[in-house]
């Protein structure tokens, strides 16, 4: 039986958990203490690989990047992949403000932050974290650190031999094994997370998922549905939907049960071709979407960011939400390489409000549990948009 359940898919396997540990936790509560043991080692063991990972992974992929030609396109299809990361980020702010979200999280007693109080602080303190001794940010999971650590030396090692690049390469593939091999046991740490909470909070979790679920995917469906929309009509200057609509259909559709941007280059590329997109710009630009363009991250880092703040009681002023915006477009960059997308840089974003590792790794479990609607829906809006406005550009400039 254990051979059969490891040779199902991850999304199967994590949804056995889930109905099995709301099982355990109505049926035998007493229970529950004891898997409380398998959720604490999974959150230990996310909270151990991530700060490497962001490194490892960020510095790689900067040290390796290659635009290629075709310059005249590639460039105003980047900046749509930019503002259209931020304004998914920006939208799902807006969108947490308005529907907050509560996450039922294991707090210390007497737990209170509190948000920086001026521009000058959050300036100050995202300064200080920049400049933190690299060493110092991986061992104390200072993400910020890590992330400008990360992009300064991948930009150095830009000038590197191609062995260095190439051993770079191997590093951070060597780290998304470790990171597979963690994610492949994620369905024994849903298991004792889910009958603990359960067993704790009974109904109140299954409300506290369905509104944060309702949140992430309404964002991203006002971002797939208006904002791009809105951005396609700006530079092709005709009625964008027809477009939008014959991208989510023919690409969005293979990405939500791939669950993968890069397995859908393919789909993509086929689809550019229909579109009359020249295969020299195609065969760049949508790559490189599939490495880089990632509203939906965007979105999920916002989002499950903003619950924890949220939750902690934390005020957020207009300033603040700007920065965490390009901080989690920033971070969005980044999610491709990792085995759990996005939801392993969601600590990235929390380090703004100086929330704890420990808690941000609480957040990233929740978003573990909600994963089996919330990763392929960001999948489909992120590999949709990469063709999308790669044939939005196209047709602008023709």
């Not at 990972?53 to 992929?61: E, G, K, P």
């Not at 996450?103 to 001026?118: G, R």
């Not at 994620?186 to 679920?213: C, E, K, N, R, W």
């Not at 609607?373 to 809006?381: I, M, N, P």
């Amino acid at each position: 039986m254990f051979s059969a359940f490891m040779r199902l898919s991850l999304v199967q396997r994590i949804i056995i958990a889930i109905i099995l540990g709301i099982f355990v936790a109505i049926v035998f509560p007493s229970a529950t203490p004891y898997l409380s043991l398998l959720g604490e080692l999974f959150i230990k063991a996310l909270k151990s690989v991530a700060p490497i990972l962001v490194f490892v992974l960020v510095l790689s992929s900067i040290a390796n990047f290659k635009i290629g030609g075709n310059n005249a396109y590639v460039k105003p299809i980047m900046v749509m992949y930019g503002l259209g990361m931020f304004l998914a980020a920006l939208s799902a702010v807006i969108a947490s403000k308005i529907f907050p979200s509560t996450l039922l999280l294991d707090l210390p007693a007497n737990t209170t932050l509190l948000a920086p109080d001026s521009l000058a602080q959050i300036l100050k303190n995202l300064v200080l974290s920049f400049v933190s001794n690299p060493i110092s940010a991986i061992s104390e999971a200072n993400f910020i650190g890590i992330l400008a650590w990360s992009v300064a030396l991948g930009l150095a090692f830009r000038h590197s031999s191609e062995t260095t690049k190439l051993f770079l390469t191997d590093a951070a593939e060597a780290v998304n094994k470790v990171i597979r091999l963690v994610i492949s046991f994620a369905p024994f740490g849903i298991f004792g997370l889910v009958a603990v909470t359960f067993a704790d909070s009974g109904m109140q979790t299954l409300v506290s998922y369905g509104h944060l679920l309702a949140v992430l995917l309404g964002s991203m469906a006002f971002v797939a549905l208006v904002i791009n929309p809105v951005m396609v009509a700006v530079v092709t200057r005709s009625n964008p939907y027809p477009l939008v609509f014959q991208c989510l259909r023919e690409s969005g559709i293979t990405a939500f049960f791939t669950r993968s941007s890069a397995a859908n280059i393919p789909v993509n590329l086929d689809l550019a071709k229909r579109l009359g997109i020249p295969e020299s710009t195609a065969s760049v630009a949508i790559p490189l979407g599939a490495a880089i363009n990632m509203a939906g991250a965007s979105v999920t880092i916002t989002v499950l960011s903003l619950a924890a703040v949220h939750t902690l009681g934390i005020p957020v002023d207009f300033t603040t939400m700007l920065i965490l915006s390009v901080v989690a477009t920033i971070s969005a960059c980044g999610a491709s390489g990792v085995a759990g997308g996005s939801l392993l840089l969601i600590p990235v974003a929390c380090g703004l409000f100086g929330i704890s590792t420990d808690v941000a790794m609480q957040v990233v479990a929740i978003g573990m549990v909600i994963s089996v609607l919330q990763d392929s829906t960001e999948t489909a809006l992120n590999s949709s948009t990469d063709v999308l406005f790669t044939a939005a550009v196209d047709r602008g400039l023709k």
